[in-house]
């Protein structure tokens, strides 16, 4: 097992130089450079770009620019400066992911929450009326796109009062207490977190079903129930354990898939997460700040496939890995 | 959104994952209870059609596709034609008894003036009744190479009719919406065309070859597959020089989509492949001498169609969510050309939703159909395929 | 010494009376606290023009698209930065946008030598920062070192020079600064009122160790940050909010002698989708928005009373929108390039530099349509950089070519231009079909929506112009850097104040913003000549009547000529929540914010 995971680690390591390889060539291959957007101002002469473009070292052969910044990184663990904010990108992006994840979890919960026991209920009903409309339900809201149906909560949010209109937290935050400040918090995170952890939710569910549908067809089930054990064991005590192994496999991928939904949640629920300064700093062409944040959110989703893997192989000794 | 890269779980293996039995794909043609009247397409197509919404998802499709190649002649106008009379206008209330009680078959309409120009608020002329005609002369259009100017259906000039309204610019917004399924709705197959090739391509040669080949490939997909979708398709949109026309952005954003969606296929394909190649036909088929050509097209590949037609079907609505999204940030195909994205992007406000929901839930209400319509039909083409339920009973 | 007490004494008499009669029993800040003023008056105070006598107290919030990049005034270059440290820090002088006046501020007066090449500068004594130190001399000489500092070249830089020279700058004595220029410079206090000033004390460190770019980053601990101006820094949380509070420092004060600003607090919540500015302003979190789409003012006028708002029609507001051809050639050797040669290709190159083709050009476009449509209305008709909306410098008469079709078309017909083929579009007199590609920046929806009206327009006289909607950097860099476009439609806004010289690098040829021909080393024609006299002229004089003349054929020429082909300017109107006093909205930037310092929340008004 800690080989296992030791080994996991280490081959981390090269596929994040590898993203960092890939994000860096990227940016290289874009056009146009950050000091463009500066450059509208009439006031600003060619001589002050000229001066940026040496001091941000944008002058050095892209080679000579890579080497230094992996050196950094590997070393001093230095994502760079960002050109923007005048700030160590490291410092700009902390935040942000804090924010991301703190809402791709709370969409995780919701993703998982609602997919497991409305994936058990739907097998254990299996093609009946609630099976059929758990289906659609699902499906319906998966068919809307983030775009829209973030509008529309927005606006729900807005008339009803009931929740707050984005934003991560209300304006006297500060001077409320630690139970204050965490219902604050969990009420700014309901609807965004509602919209992301819906869209996995339609896959999960099925999943689930058939995970357990699977599951209940096998011999030793039959067994349980030849024994005597009332239905409820069989499905929850045995049955559900086995069935959520394949869905723990997925994790990984759905933490990915929610790290990314997230962004378009992040821009229409002002949510200040790493979604919107990447945008931002690709649009001003922020190099290092681009390349930082899409490392982060590489590197989340390389920590949320590797504890996917642990928790697999602790919860299931059959898997056999080559 | 979807990510492009979703691809569904590889098809059933019992959960003993070590030991192959015969129990692969390939016993679709030799399990015992298959009657031998009974076809595969026979049995898929029963099976299919237990699922109504499937059917129906199918069907909702297919006249999609149909609407979208015959656009031009549908649509009544272009879809740049700005009409400077009428911005913002409501769609167009089609009655069928006019005012003096006669009976209109095909429905017709009153015309319209503007009367607050910063409401945008029109009242009709119900003294005259304009009726719709069905092939009317309008603005010339090339089909199929064809140069041809009679639509579907229309108004007798000067007069317009807007069963959608018009948008700020004064655009019909059916039209631009009939327009727009033409890049909507190809977005998703020639993505999926590219990315399933490559998929099966790479993914194919991976499980056969194995060595560094498998490495080298492996190792690629892991990298693409572990940076967030949204993320490297921003990253990559912005190497593409933007003041590209429109087509070639639509070109672009195609690409793109599907270079980042060939990753997740490759691997379960790859998978597939390794079990596949296990069986023992393909040991017989090699012992026997043939080609490895041969043996990856003839035996391995159309053993994995099945999953591939249902990945594909999945696949779809990731694309057509990828080019809403592209839009929605600025960075999809743009104005005057229209697609569904950007005509979401630009209504998504306040105002439109108050005063002009129909600008939003056009565009709105294709997508969540089409993408809903894909989303039955691969499910109902995955139960249709899976051999258990089509067999019947438990295997193995 | 008998004296001087008793002469405080009555003073603080005095100022207990002051407070005591503003109302409401003193100073009561809105939840109720009695404010105190912690410092003593400096012996320059400077009295702040305010319409009313307000309290002290309340908060002001405002939404942001994005959130500052920096409280360095220095390195500050973006609006959403501008927006917060403008408050932070002042300068010399300050342009009051109620009466379209320049006002002292750090100065106390100033004056100029007969031939207009000596400016003497008398500070306020007694003015301090934020932390008590007092702002003298030494910390003014120390920002025209940073001004000029070659390797942080801040945007000012080209402000504070004359003829390319820079100032010669010298303190007699801690309170008086004298400026030699080598000839009457029309922009001087403009440009010096533009350079704010930070404190030596806490920043020489830094720049001396060549640290200076990311001193006073939005890192730094609200407490370092020291500033001059009426608002410091009290809180920044990254992403989603800055706090400003009062500087208690700060030499404003009301005709009462009460020291300002009477606000506690100023917040710019950071919202980066306008709708859900927009909700939040519905909501009440927010209680002014600086930015409004045409479209959405009906929605804002209907819900004035229920909001307890009001949107302020301020009138044509001071950003344009135009677009012009390329003209652009080769300035330096390139590989593949000859000097001279056009960016464009020679043929377009060849319709770009007729005269009758531009001015054909802006014959054709139907502006009253763009504003009832893109505008719902509410635009006006513009043909300048100085909009209706600049006081001083709109010059009716110099209006450009208005929507004519039938003299389009004749100016095209008489260049021999005609539609030999039957496809709707002319061909040029050498059988070319005569079309071109509009760049423009995509995010922006009234510009896209713009060019699809030029794009129709163009048509009708039978030239195909084919929008391409881009993101603004790869705009830029066509703009700027390799002129790769045909033409581009875009837009300027404002400087303040609204001098036009302050933007006479689009006037001048050799201007970096010239940009139908960019950096020219010579001008390349008569008119553009002429022009660059007129700018000249234009910059060494304080004569306004003079100036204003000079202005008007300058436009004139621009017009004539055709190089930027105008479009309608919107009409600017912003809402802010009926609780505040003092406001006074304007079109110039910062409209809601410039004078901060004097808002108050009226009594009654729903606490903060």
Same mark, same amino acid.
């Given at each position: 097992m800690?080989?296992?995971?030791l080994?996991?680690?280490?081959?981390?390591?090269?596929?994040?130089?590898?993203?960092?390889?890939?994000?860096?060539l990227?940016?290289?291959?874009?056009?146009?450079?950050?000091?463009?957007?500066?450059?509208?101002?009439?006031?600003?002469?060619?001589?002050?770009?000229?001066?940026?473009?040496?001091?941000f070292?944008?002058d050095?052969?892209?080679?000579?620019?890579?080497?230094l910044?992996?050196?950094?990184?590997?070393?001093?663990?230095d994502?760079?400066q960002?050109?923007?904010?005048?700030?160590?990108?490291f410092?700009?992006?902390?935040?942000?992911?804090?924010?991301?994840?703190?809402?791709?979890?709370?969409?995780a919960?919701?993703?998982?929450?609602?997919?497991?026991?409305?994936?058990?209920?739907?097998?254990?009903?299996?093609?009946?009326?609630?099976?059929?409309?758990?289906?659609?339900?699902?499906?319906?809201?998966?068919?809307?796109p983030?775009?829209?149906?973030?509008l529309?909560?927005?606006?729900?949010?807005?008339?009803t009062?009931?929740?707050p209109?984005?934003?991560?937290?209300s304006?006297g935050?500060?001077?409320?207490?630690?139970?204050?400040?965490?219902?604050?918090?969990?009420?700014?995170?309901a609807?965004?977190?509602?919209?992301?952890?819906?869209?996995?939710?339609?896959?999960?569910?099925?999943?689930?079903?058939?995970?357990?549908?699977?599951?209940l067809?096998?011999?030793?089930?039959?067994?349980?129930r030849?024994?005597?054990?009332?239905?409820?064991?069989?499905?929850?005590?045995?049955?559900?354990?086995?069935?959520?192994?394949?869905?723990?496999?997925?994790?990984?991928?759905?933490?990915?898939?929610?790290?990314s939904?997230?962004?378009?949640?992040?821009?229409?629920?002002?949510w200040?997460?790493?979604?919107?300064?990447?945008l931002?700093?690709?649009?001003?062409?922020?190099?290092?700040?681009?390349?930082?944040?899409?490392?982060?959110?590489?590197?989340?989703?390389?920590?949320?496939?590797?504890?996917?893997?642990?928790?697999?192989a602790?919860?299931d000794?059959?898997?056999a890995?080559? | 959104?979807?990510?492009?890269?979703a691809?569904?779980?590889?098809?059933?293996?019992?959960p003993?994952?070590?030991?192959?039995?015969?129990?692969?794909?390939a016993?679709?043609?030799?399990?015992?209870?298959?009657?031998?009247?009974?076809?595969?397409?026979?049995l898929?197509?029963?099976?299919?059609?237990?699922s109504?919404?499937a059917?129906?998802?199918?069907?909702?499709?297919?006249?999609?596709?149909?609407l979208?190649?015959?656009?031009?002649?549908?649509?009544?106008?272009?879809?740049?034609?700005?009409?400077?009379?009428?911005?913002?206008?409501?769609?167009?209330?089609l009655?069928?008894?006019?005012?003096?009680g006669?009976?209109h078959?095909l429905?017709?309409?009153?015309?319209?003036?503007?009367?607050?120009?910063?409401?945008?608020?029109?009242?009709?002329?119900?003294?005259?009744?304009?009726?719709?005609?069905?092939?009317?002369?309008?603005a010339?259009?090339?089909?199929?190479?064809?140069?041809?100017?009679?639509?579907?259906?229309?108004?007798?000039?000067?007069?317009?009719?807007?069963?959608?309204?018009?948008?700020?610019s004064?655009?019909?917004?059916?039209?631009?919406?009939?327009?727009?399924?033409?890049?909507?709705?190809?977005?998703?197959?020639?993505?999926?065309?590219?990315s399933?090739t490559?998929?099966?391509?790479?993914?194919?040669?991976?499980?056969?070859?194995?060595?560094?080949?498998?490495?080298?490939?492996?190792?690629?997909?892991?990298?693409?597959?572990?940076?967030?979708?949204?993320?490297?398709l921003?990253?990559?949109?912005?190497?593409?020089?933007?003041?590209?026309?429109?087509?070639?952005?639509?070109?672009?954003?195609?690409?793109?989509?599907a270079?980042i969606g060939?990753?997740?296929?490759?691997?379960?394909?790859?998978?597939?492949?390794?079990?596949?190649?296990?069986q023992?036909?393909?040991?017989a088929?090699?012992a026997?001498?043939?080609?490895?050509?041969?043996?990856?097209?003839?035996?391995?590949?159309?053993n994995?169609?099945?999953?591939?037609?249902?990945a594909?079907?999945?696949?779809?609505?990731?694309?057509?969510?990828?080019?809403?999204?592209?839009?929605?940030?600025?960075?999809?195909v743009?104005e005057?050309?229209?697609?569904?994205?950007?005509?979401l992007?630009?209504?998504?406000?306040?105002?439109?939703?108050?005063?002009?929901?129909?600008?939003?839930?056009a565009?709105?209400?294709?997508?969540?159909?089409?993408?809903?319509?894909?989303?039955?039909?691969?499910?109902?083409?995955?139960?249709?395929?899976?051999?258990?339920?089509v067999?019947?009973?438990?295997?193995? | 010494?008998?004296?001087?007490r008793?002469?405080?004494?009555?003073?603080?008499?005095?100022?207990?009376?002051?407070?005591?009669?503003?109302?409401?029993?003193?100073?009561?800040?809105?939840?109720?606290?009695?404010?105190?003023?912690?410092?003593?008056?400096?012996?320059?105070?400077?009295?702040?023009p305010?319409?009313?006598?307000?309290?002290?107290?309340?908060?002001?919030?405002?939404?942001?698209?994005s959130?500052p990049?920096?409280?360095?005034?220095?390195?500050?270059?973006?609006?959403?930065?501008?927006?917060?440290?403008?408050?932070?820090?002042?300068?010399?002088?300050?342009?009051?946008?109620?009466?379209?006046?320049?006002?002292?501020?750090?100065?106390?007066?100033?004056?100029?030598?007969?031939?207009?090449?000596?400016w003497?500068?008398?500070?306020?004594?007694?003015?301090?920062?934020?932390?008590?130190?007092?702002?003298?001399?030494?910390?003014?000489?120390?920002?025209?070192?940073?001004?000029?500092?070659?390797? !942080?070249?801040?945007?000012? =830089?080209d402000?504070?020079?004359?003829?390319?020279?820079?100032? +010669? $700058?010298? %303190?007699? *004595?801690?309170?008086?600064?004298?400026?030699?220029?080598?000839?009457p410079?029309?922009?001087?206090?403009?440009?010096?009122?533009?350079?704010?000033?930070?404190?030596?004390?806490?920043?020489?460190?830094?720049?001396?160790?060549?640290?200076?770019?990311?001193?006073?980053?939005?890192a730094?601990?609200?407490?370092s940050?020291?500033v001059s101006?009426?608002?410091?820094?009290?809180?920044?949380?990254?992403?989603?909010?800055?706090?400003?509070?009062?500087?208690?420092?700060?030499?404003g004060?009301?005709?009462k002698?009460?020291?300002?600003?009477?606000?506690?607090?100023?917040?710019? !919540?950071?919202?980066?989708? =306008?709708?859900?500015?927009?909700?939040?302003?519905?909501?009440g +979190? $927010?209680? %002014?928005? *600086?930015?409004?789409?045409?479209?959405?003012?009906?929605?804002?006028?209907?819900?004035?009373?229920?909001?307890?708002?009001?949107?302020?029609?301020?009138?044509?507001?001071?950003?344009?929108?135009?677009?012009?051809?390329?003209?652009?050639?080769?300035?330096?050797?390139?590989p593949?390039?000859k000097?001279?040669a056009?960016?464009?290709d020679?043929?377009?190159?060849?319709?770009?530099?007729?005269?009758?083709?531009?001015?054909?050009?802006?014959?054709?476009?139907?502006?009253e349509?763009?504003?009832r449509?893109?505008?719902?209305?509410?635009?006006v008709?513009?043909?300048?950089?100085?909009?209706?909306g600049?006081?001083?410098?709109?010059?009716p008469?110099?209006?450009?070519l208005?929507?004519?079709?039938e003299?389009?078309?004749?100016?095209?017909?008489?260049?021999?231009?005609?539609?030999?083929?039957?496809?709707?579009i002319?061909?040029?007199?050498?059988?070319?079909?005569?079309?071109?590609?509009?760049?423009?920046?995509?995010?922006?929806?009234?510009?896209?929506?713009?060019?699809?009206?030029?794009?129709?327009?163009?048509?009708?006289?039978?030239?195909?112009?084919?929008p391409?909607?881009?993101?603004?950097?790869?705009?830029?860099?066509?703009?700027?850097?390799?002129?790769?476009?045909?033409?581009?439609?875009?837009?300027?806004?404002?400087?303040?104040?609204?001098?036009?010289?302050m933007?006479?690098?689009?006037?001048?040829?050799?201007?970096?913003?010239?940009?139908?021909n960019?950096?020219?080393k010579?001008?390349?024609?008569?008119?553009?000549?002429r022009?660059?006299?007129?700018?000249?002229?234009?910059?060494?004089?304080?004569?306004?009547e003079?100036?204003?003349?000079?202005?008007?054929?300058?436009?004139?020429?621009?017009?004539?000529?055709?190089?930027?082909?105008?479009?309608?300017?919107?009409?600017?109107?912003l809402?802010?929540?009926?609780?505040?006093?003092n406001?006074?909205?304007?079109?110039?930037?910062?409209?809601?914010?410039?004078?901060?310092?004097?808002?108050?929340?009226?009594?009654?008004?729903?606490?903060a």
């Amino acid at each position: 097992m800690r080989t296992f995971i030791l080994r996991r680690v280490l081959q981390a390591i090269p596929l994040l130089v590898g993203i960092s390889a890939l994000t860096f060539l990227l940016l290289q291959l874009a056009p146009g450079d950050f000091l463009n957007t500066m450059a509208e101002n009439p006031g600003i002469s060619v001589e002050s770009i000229e001066a940026m473009r040496t001091r941000f070292g944008l002058d050095r052969p892209w080679y000579v620019q890579y080497g230094l910044y992996l050196k950094n990184l590997v070393f001093h663990l230095d994502f760079g400066q960002s050109f923007s904010r005048h700030q160590p990108v490291f410092a700009v992006l902390r935040e942000g992911l804090l924010n991301t994840l703190l809402l791709a979890v709370s969409a995780a919960v919701v993703t998982w929450g609602l997919a497991v026991p409305l994936g058990v209920w739907a097998a254990v009903r299996q093609y009946s009326w609630v099976d059929k409309g758990l289906s659609l339900l699902a499906f319906l809201w998966l068919s809307i796109p983030e775009v829209l149906s973030g509008l529309l909560l927005l606006f729900f949010a807005a008339k009803t009062g009931l929740f707050p209109v984005g934003g991560m937290r209300s304006l006297g935050w500060d001077s409320l207490d630690p139970l204050g400040k965490a219902l604050d918090l969990l009420h700014h995170l309901a609807l965004p977190a509602l919209v992301v952890g819906m869209i996995p939710l339609a896959g999960r569910m099925r999943q689930m079903r058939a995970n357990l549908l699977d599951v209940l067809r096998l011999d030793y089930v039959t067994t349980a129930r030849a024994k005597g054990l009332d239905e409820r064991t069989v499905v929850f005590k045995h049955a559900v354990r086995n069935a959520i192994n394949p869905l723990i496999t997925l994790f990984g991928f759905t933490l990915g898939a929610l790290v990314s939904g997230s962004f378009v949640a992040e821009i229409i629920f002002s949510w200040p997460g790493l979604g919107r300064i990447t945008l931002d700093a690709l649009l001003t062409q922020d190099q290092y700040l681009v390349m930082g944040s899409v490392l982060m959110a590489s590197v989340v989703l390389v920590a949320g496939n590797l504890v996917a893997d642990i928790l697999l192989a602790v919860a299931d000794p059959r898997i056999a890995y080559d | 959104m979807t990510d492009v890269r979703a691809v569904p779980a590889p098809p059933a293996l019992p959960p003993t994952v070590t030991t192959p039995t015969d129990t692969g794909p390939a016993s679709l043609e030799t399990a015992g209870g298959a009657t031998a009247t009974q076809t595969p397409w026979g049995l898929f197509w029963r099976q299919f059609r237990k699922s109504p919404v499937a059917v129906a998802g199918g069907a909702l499709l297919i006249v999609l596709y149909g609407l979208a190649l015959l656009a031009p002649f549908i649509a009544p106008y272009s879809q740049e034609e700005m009409d400077r009379e009428r911005y913002n206008h409501p769609p167009h209330r089609l009655r069928w008894i006019d005012a003096s009680g006669r009976f209109h078959p095909l429905s017709f309409v009153h015309s319209t003036t503007l009367v607050d120009l910063s409401r945008s608020r029109f009242v009709e002329d119900r003294s005259r009744a304009i009726p719709l005609r069905l092939f009317v002369r309008g603005a010339p259009y090339t089909l199929f190479g064809l140069r041809l100017d009679r639509h579907l259906f229309g108004v007798d000039a000067p007069h317009r009719v807007y069963l959608l309204g018009t948008d700020p610019s004064g655009r019909d917004v059916l039209s631009r919406l009939l327009f727009g399924s033409q890049i909507s709705l190809t977005v998703g197959l020639v993505g999926i065309a590219i990315s399933f090739t490559l998929g099966l391509l790479l993914g194919g040669l991976s499980g056969y070859l194995g060595g560094w080949a498998d490495a080298v490939i492996m190792r690629s997909t892991e990298l693409l597959l572990s940076i967030p979708g949204l993320y490297l398709l921003i990253a990559l949109r912005g190497i593409f020089p933007a003041d590209l026309p429109s087509q070639q952005v639509y070109l672009s954003i195609v690409v793109i989509l599907a270079f980042i969606g060939w990753a997740g296929l490759a691997r379960v394909i790859r998978g597939m492949v390794l079990s596949i190649r296990r069986q023992e036909y393909i040991t017989a088929a090699e012992a026997l001498g043939m080609s490895r050509t041969r043996i990856i097209v003839r035996h391995i590949l159309p053993n994995t169609l099945s999953f591939v037609i249902v990945a594909a079907t999945i696949a779809v609505p990731g694309y057509i969510l990828g080019e809403v999204v592209l839009s929605f940030l600025g960075l999809g195909v743009q104005e005057p050309a229209a697609s569904w994205g950007n005509m979401l992007s630009q209504a998504r406000s306040q105002r439109v939703l108050t005063s002009f929901p129909w600008m939003l839930f056009a565009p709105g209400t294709a997508i969540f159909v089409t993408v809903l319509a894909f989303n039955f039909l691969g499910d109902g083409l995955r139960d249709a395929l899976d051999p258990r339920k089509v067999l019947g009973g438990k295997t193995g | 010494m008998h004296s001087t007490r008793s002469r405080l004494a009555a003073a603080a008499m005095l100022a207990f009376l002051a407070w005591g009669s503003a109302g409401c029993g003193g100073q009561q800040g809105i939840a109720g606290s009695t404010w105190n003023d912690p410092h003593p008056l400096p012996t320059d105070t400077m009295t702040v023009p305010t319409p009313e006598i307000g309290r002290h107290g309340g908060r002001f919030v405002i939404s942001q698209t994005s959130g500052p990049r920096t409280f360095n005034h220095i390195m500050a270059n973006e609006t959403s930065s501008a927006d917060v440290v403008d408050r932070m820090y002042v300068g010399f002088t300050e342009l009051d946008y109620a009466t379209d006046r320049i006002y002292p501020l750090l100065a106390k007066s100033w004056e100029t030598s007969p031939d207009g090449t000596t400016w003497t500068w008398h500070l306020r004594r007694g003015a301090c920062f934020s932390d008590g130190h007092p702002i003298t001399s030494e910390d003014v000489l120390f920002n025209f070192e940073l001004a000029y500092d070659e390797k !942080l070249h801040p945007s000012i =830089q080209d402000l504070l020079k004359v003829d390319g020279k820079e100032f +010669e $700058v010298s %303190a007699p *004595d801690s309170y008086t600064v004298v400026m030699k220029i080598p000839r009457p410079y029309a922009l001087m206090v403009p440009a010096v009122g533009a350079l704010k000033i930070m404190p030596k004390h806490r920043l020489e460190a830094a720049y001396r160790s060549g640290d200076f770019a990311s001193a006073f980053n939005v890192a730094t601990a609200p407490e370092s940050i020291v500033v001059s101006g009426p608002f410091v820094l009290k809180e920044y949380v990254a992403g989603e909010k800055t706090v400003l509070t009062r500087n208690p420092y700060w030499f404003g004060v009301d005709a009462k002698g009460q020291r300002m600003p009477y606000l506690d607090e100023v917040i710019y !919540l950071i919202v980066p989708d =306008q709708e859900a500015a927009s909700l939040k302003f519905q909501t009440g +979190e $927010v209680d %002014a928005i *600086d930015n409004v789409k045409p479209s959405d003012y009906s929605t804002y006028i209907d819900g004035q009373k229920k909001g307890n708002y009001t949107l302020y029609d301020l009138g044509p507001g001071m950003s344009t929108n135009f677009f012009w051809v390329n003209l652009n050639t080769v300035k330096e050797p390139k590989p593949g390039k000859k000097v001279g040669a056009p960016y464009t290709d020679p043929v377009r190159y060849s319709w770009f530099t007729r005269r009758e083709f531009r001015q054909a050009l802006s014959k054709a476009i139907d502006r009253e349509a763009m504003i009832r449509s893109v505008f719902f209305g509410d635009a006006v008709k513009n043909w300048s950089t100085a909009t209706p909306g600049n006081k001083t410098w709109y010059t009716p008469e110099a209006a450009g070519l208005d929507y004519d079709p039938e003299g389009a078309k004749a100016l095209i017909a008489g260049m021999g231009w005609r539609d030999r083929d039957g496809d709707g579009i002319v061909e040029d007199e050498l059988g070319r079909t005569v079309s071109f590609t509009m760049k423009t920046n995509g995010d922006n929806v009234a510009r896209v929506a713009l060019a699809n009206f030029v794009r129709d327009d163009l048509s009708k006289i039978g030239i195909r112009c084919t929008p391409v909607p881009l993101d603004f950097n790869t705009l830029i860099t066509n703009l700027r850097q390799d002129f790769q476009y045909e033409s581009i439609l875009l837009g300027l806004s404002s400087a303040v104040p609204p001098d036009p010289m302050m933007g006479q690098n689009v006037w001048k040829s050799s201007g970096l913003t010239h940009y139908w021909n960019v950096g020219q080393k010579k001008p390349g024609t008569e008119a553009e000549a002429r022009i660059d006299a007129l700018v000249a002229d234009n910059v060494a004089t304080l004569d306004l009547e003079a100036r204003r003349r000079g202005w008007r054929e300058i436009q004139e020429i621009v017009n004539r000529e055709g190089y930027f082909i105008w479009l309608p300017t919107i009409v600017v109107k912003l809402p802010v929540r009926n609780k505040f006093g003092n406001l006074q909205p304007s079109v110039l930037p910062h409209r809601l914010l410039w004078n901060i310092d004097r808002v108050f929340v009226k009594e009654g008004g729903t606490p903060a």
